[in-house]
């Protein structure tokens, strides 16, 4: 245990008056989910919202719709390196996972690839029938270049679904992200841009998505009053030990298994309470200071790796304008020295993390169902690629400490 100043690896705080906001919008009730539900949807001008309990949440139940659309689909493609979550999604909505390589400027999908995936073979014009939808993530906030994606299957029936979960607030080619693909989900969980402890939404402009939506989260259970309190609990914790002087005692405990990647696909699925809908209140003004604040970090850790020979800024280097990300992702030559910057990070307390600890194929519970296929650069991704902290609890000395200890090594 290190008792020391220790920086969040990704953090969105949540503060005393939120809380009150919440308590508020707990006794509002069915007001205070509506009033947010119509923000979104003014703020990004689209036709439906749902709130839902996570980002996993709410990406199986826009799975559920589309395979109750299309019945005689059953696979989704991903890239083979993303966060954990989404294959738990796939695999809680019952379907199967589909895989293609990145590229590791991008960290998008291959799209040399992606005929391989789409089309029964790389060389043939014959669709893959099982396939309904393909995710395009925007892995840490980095744009995924969705309208390249719709090109290339402009004229199949395969459902875009924009994975904009660590992107709220960021922007492709001066559009917003979360209004590219047919439908969109963002996470709201305790380390994106926005958090409300837990939460996901969900928009679309499409009516047969919308209503399919719409039936499924008839049918879910609502959060208990026993659940209901936990979040009540979480979000007091949160706004206490989220702050570096005190984030060291979450991190000791072993059991909250912070900075972990699990892949669990048996989770619950909810609608969002009206306590979460008010921890939301102003979140345009708490989304653009987020942004101002990431900006800074992602700013000063690009000059830092720009002309660097061990490093790299990974999916950075081609996306114009400033980039909100939830953490900033850096290539590192080899593994070895990758794991001496985490083993000193974690002494330090300076938040770098690795991306994911492994790729999609390679997880236990999946492997089976790749056998015979490689991917690559998602491998390397994983045993390569660490993340530095972009946030507003990042002062000045913490990436003048991560400055110096990276240059050192």
Avoid at 56 to 85: G, H, R, Y
Avoid at 198 to 225: A, C
Avoid at 307 to 324: E, F, H, M, Q
Avoid at 350 to 362: A, C, E, H, K, V
Wanted: with cysteine; proline share 6%; charged share 25%.
């Amino acid at each position: 245990m290190f008792i020391q100043r220790t920086i969040p690896p990704a953090a969105a705080p949540i503060h005393f008056e939120d809380i009150i906001c919440g308590l508020k919008g707990l006794f509002l009730g069915q007001k205070e989910t509506e009033r947010f539900k119509l923000s979104l949807k003014e703020y990004f001008g689209v036709r439906h919202c749902f709130l839902v309990s996570s980002g996993k949440a709410a990406l199986s139940i826009i799975l559920q719709a589309l395979n109750e659309i299309c019945p005689d689909k059953d696979e989704v493609l991903i890239p083979a390196f993303t966060c954990f979550s989404v294959p738990s999604a796939i695999v809680n909505a019952g379907l199967k996972v589909r895989l293609c390589d990145l590229r590791p400027d991008t960290l998008d999908f291959d799209f040399e690839q992606l005929p391989g995936s789409i089309f029964e073979a790389p060389d043939s014009v014959k669709p893959n029938t099982r396939l309904l939808a393909a995710i395009p993530i925007h892995l840490f906030g980095i744009p995924a270049d969705i309208s390249r994606m719709r090109e290339l299957i402009s004229n199949l029936k395969i459902t875009i679904v924009e994975d904009a979960a660590q992107g709220m607030g960021g922007k492709w080619q001066k559009t917003k992200l979360g209004v590219l693909g047919d439908v969109s989900f963002f996470s709201l969980g305790r380390g994106k841009s926005l958090s409300t402890v837990e939460g996901g939404i969900i928009l679309t402009d499409r009516d047969d998505i919308s209503s399919h939506i719409k039936n499924i989260l008839t049918r879910m259970p609502s959060y208990r009053f026993i659940e209901k309190l936990r979040l009540i609990l979480s979000s007091l914790a949160l706004s206490i030990f989220l702050h570096p002087v005190l984030f060291w005692v979450p991190k000791a405990l072993p059991f909250l298994k912070l900075g972990e990647t699990i892949y669990d696909p048996d989770f619950n699925v909810r609608p969002m309470t009206s306590f979460q809908a008010g921890l939301a209140r102003n979140w345009r003004k708490k989304l653009r200071r987020s942004k101002t604040e990431r900006y800074k970090c992602v700013k000063v850790w690009s000059t830092l790796f720009q002309k660097s020979k061990n490093y790299g800024p990974a999916g950075t280097r081609n996306v114009p304008g400033d980039l909100n990300l939830i953490r900033f992702p850096v290539s590192v030559c080899d593994r070895k020295l990758r794991d001496k910057i985490l083993d000193r990070s974690e002494k330090m307390g300076l938040g770098i993390m690795p991306g994911y600890p492994d790729s999609i194929n390679r997880i236990p519970e999946l492997k089976h169902q790749f056998k015979g296929q490689a991917f690559p650069v998602a491998q390397k991704l994983s045993e390569t690629l660490i993340t530095l902290p972009a946030h507003s609890l990042v002062s000045r000395k913490d990436k003048k400490r991560i400055i110096e200890m990276i240059s050192d090594l």
